[in-house]
Structure formats: structure tokens, C-alpha cells
DNA sequence: GGTGAGAATACGCTTCGGCT
DNA sequence: AGCCGAAGCGTATTCTCACC
């Protein structure tokens, strides 16, 4: 069974993928750099996945070594690779701990309250109205429910149920769905712009709540580039060793609920599961991240922590 | 059973070139 | 000017498994 030809190592990758695809996987990176990997092997003319093959293709300029992208490609060539071995037993398995991805932690920018009215300002001076109204309302809805950027844009005008104030997330990351509940100034200027985004030309069949001037659904990459203008415009974070980036608002939006909930003095733990719910976390062990986002935060959890630790001097 | 570490996976960030 | 979409890379969240 050595005599696989370049030809079926092909048609296997294409196989794989509609496999874990009809698993219910993405697999989105494997998509996109598997094809390389199989040029790659059929330039080398080899037929068989093999581990030194694995690593001199993952290691690949341009990046640099320890880069996130090493250790990524050798993810991929290793789950193609325990496909194969069913179909070619001579299908070498890069083993686990190979190219090992190196966890960073990037401490995320934390908006003062200013910093989200500046953007929020900058965003409803644009001087196309629809795009002000879209983007004002688009930034003014993240930070207020800490919602992921694409479950804001993939949002229907039909998601928001208006009588009593609930915004539904759709199959969101990990498939998960789940209800937003909005505060009345929030629902109030969604409404607002529900009833503006009648009077936009929008596409036939386009039920999107969020419309671009196309008419069509707003997508992320328009949604950065405008958030890039409206940052460099309004000098938010210019003082900051980080750049804020649009998903700390949702670190923001976390944070912000945390330390309230200290200050009052709020059994902290007893709600987080309620906080995790409502971020869309499956345990609050996911919750539990965002403690690391804010030094001010972690001090306050240690204050409430300290007169329930064990004494250790006598 | 609970927990921590790291792998697996999906969403986010950024750039770029092309289109309208 | 604004939008679109692909590509490469970064980060957030879940899954898995060894260990206690």
C-alpha cells in the first residue's frame, strides 16, 4: 500500500474535508492550507505523509520561527494525517508536542467610559447618515452586550424581538445559540434604527438588520476599516501601550459587569454562571479569562478573597 | 470527580487589490 | 469613497486527557 499516487493523495484531502464537514467542522484553516501541503508533497513527488516531510512545510518561510503559523500548519497536516493512516498504513503521524503552539497573552484595551462616547461620537459624525446610524448603532450595540462582532452582523431584523426587548444569537461560535436581553436605551436605539433602515435602499431578500450602503448585509472588514478611522480620528487609546481593537469592547463589557458586581458587593460567584450565559460561554470557566483582562479587577477579587484564607502564621 | 495544560477549532485582525 | 472578498496570521473558546 505504499504506491499511493500524488493523484489519490488529492481526492483523499478533498474527502477529509467533506467528512469533517459533514461532522459538523469548519475546518476553515485545514480548507484553506492543506492544498498547499498536498502541492508541496506532489513537487516533492512523495506519496505518503511523512513526519520530516511535516516539518521542513510547517516551517516554511516567511514566518519566522515561533510564529503562531508553524505550529497551525502542523496541526492540520496532523489531523489529514491519523485520516490517512486508515487508507495508507505507511502514513507517518507528526506526533503531539511537535511545533507546540506557544499560548501569548496579549493584555486587551479596557474603554473608559469617555473612550466609548468618542467612538461612539466619531461614529454618529460620519457624514453619510446611513452609515453613521449603522455604525453608531453597530458600536453602541457591542459595547452595551458585549456581543461578538459577527453575531452582531449576522443578525436578521427578524431576531429582535421588540416587545420584549431580546436580541436572538443565532448559531454562534461553537454552533451555540442564545438570547441577549437589551437594556431599554439599547432597545430604544436599535428601534431607532430599524425604523431608519426602512427608508435604506436595500437589496431584494436581504433581511440583514445591519445594512452597508450597497444595501447589502455590512460585512467585518468594512466594519475594521471604519473602526480604524474612527480610533485614529478620535485619539482613543493613543496613550495606551496596546491598541484597542474592536472585540475589547466585549473584554470591556465583561469586566465592567465583574467589578460592579464586586463594588456592591455581589456574591461574585453565584452570578457568573448568569454572566457566562448571557457572553455565550459554555462554563464559566470560560468567564474566568476576562478576570486576567483587568489588574484593577483582580485586586478587587483578591481583596474579597483575603479574609477567607487559611492563616498561615501562628 | 475536579483541575490544569495543551490541542483543536472557530472567530477576530489586518492588509491588499479590485470593483462600483 | 466605500465596499467586497481573499489571504495570512492572531486570539478566544471548547475539547480532551493525564493527573491527583
Not at 496541526?75 to 505507511?90: K, S, W
Not at 453602541?140 to 461578538?148: C, H, P, S
Not at 454552533?175 to 436599535?190: F, H, I, Q, Y
Not at 450565559?277 to 483578591?302: F, K, V
Amino acid at each position: 500500500m505504499t504506491t499511493e499516487n500524488p493523484t489519490s493523495l488529492r481526492i483523499h484531502l478533498t474527502q477529509y474535508l467533506l467528512l469533517r464537514n459533514r461532522l459538523g467542522h469548519n475546518l476553515a484553516d485545514a480548507a484553506r492550507l492543506l492544498p498547499r501541503y498536498v502541492t508541496y508533497l506532489e513537487e516533492l513527488g512523495h506519496s505518503t505523509v511523512t513526519i520530516a516531510d511535516a516539518l521542513a512545510w510547517c516551517q516554511q518561510p516567511p514566518s519566522p520561527p515561533g510564529s503562531s503559523v508553524w505550529p497551525r500548519r502542523m496541526g492540520a497536516v496532523r489531523g489529514f494525517a491519523r485520516y490517512l493512516t486508515g487508507i495508507d498504513p505507511a502514513t507517518e503521524v507528526p506526533p503531539i508536542g511537535l511545533l507546540p503552539s506557544r499560548r501569548r497573552w496579549r493584555p486587551p484595551f479596557i474603554y473608559s467610559p469617555d473612550d466609548i462616547a468618542a467612538l461612539l461620537g466619531a461614529a454618529a459624525a460620519l457624514s453619510s447618515p446611513q452609515r453613521a446610524a449603522t455604525y453608531s448603532t453597530l458600536f453602541g450595540l457591542l459595547a452595551a452586550t458585549g456581543m461578538r462582532v459577527r453575531e452582531a452582523l449576522t443578525l436578521d431584523s427578524s431576531d429582535i424581538d421588540w416587545d420584549d426587548g431580546v436580541v436572538l444569537v443565532r448559531e454562534s461560535k461553537f454552533g451555540k445559540s442564545r438570547n441577549v436581553p437589551l437594556s431599554d436605551s439599547t432597545a430604544e436605539a436599535l428601534a431607532r434604527y430599524a425604523s431608519l433602515r426602512e427608508s435604506f435602499d436595500c437589496t431584494p431578500g436581504n433581511e440583514s438588520y445591519f445594512v452597508s450602503l450597497t444595501g447589502r448585509r455590512v460585512i467585518y472588514e468594512s466594519v475594521f476599516e471604519v473602526f480604524a478611522d474612527l480610533r485614529r480620528g478620535s485619539g482613543i487609546g493613543r496613550q495606551s501601550t496596546v491598541a484597542p481593537r474592536i472585540h475589547n469592547l466585549r473584554h470591556t463589557f465583561a469586566v465592567t459587569v465583574l467589578l460592579q458586581w464586586y463594588r456592591d458587593g455581589e456574591d461574585v460567584a453565584a452570578r457568573l454562571p448568569r454572566l457566562s450565559t448571557y457572553l455565550g460561554h459554555r462554563d464559566p470557566r470560560s468567564t474566568y479569562w476576562y478576570l486576567s483582562a483587568a489588574p484593577q479587577l483582580l485586586a478587587l477579587a483578591a481583596e474579597r478573597l483575603e479574609p477567607t484564607l487559611p492563616q498561615v502564621n501562628s
